[in-house]
């Protein structure tokens, strides 16, 4: 038995999974948040962060683009909120952003050696065909 017979897999498949794999990022490991009234800024580091997935729909067609995402991050690291700032194309990558972003977690911030609330902290997560 040939293993082409076992496992057949037309190399459009393999080229739109591995392209599915590459193709969207975030671009730091540290964001910007601020505390207090006086809006003070402090960096809050992502503990995970795992890249969004490109859309299916995005993929076929063949679009790249980008979504900044507004977001807190509570006292105990979790991502609280997140709401599109930005997005182009519009209603394409969206979801899949939102999506990725509620699930990351950032180590706890804290200002003044006590634990805060990081307000609008903003990321980009870039969609791009490579």
Not at 35 to 63: C, Q
Not at 102 to 113: A, E, G, I, Q
Request: proline residues 5%; charged residues 25%.
């Amino acid at each position: 038995m040939s293993l082409n017979k076992v496992y057949k897999i037309s190399s459009r498949s393999i080229a739109i999974f591995v392209a599915a794999i590459f193709t969207s990022s975030v671009s730091a490991i540290s964001d910007i948040g601020y505390v207090g009234e006086d809006e003070t800024e402090i960096t809050v580091e992502r503990n995970y962060a795992k890249p969004p997935s490109f859309p299916r729909k995005a993929l076929r067609l063949g679009k790249e683009g980008y979504v900044i995402v507004e977001f807190d991050v509570d006292t105990d690291g979790a991502v609280l909120d997140p709401y599109v700032v930005e997005a182009s194309p519009q209603g394409v990558f969206e979801r899949s952003a939102i999506k990725a972003v509620r699930k990351w977690v950032y180590v706890p911030p804290s200002f003044n050696d006590q634990s805060v609330k990081a307000n609008n902290v903003q990321v980009r997560l870039n969609f791009n065909l490579q």
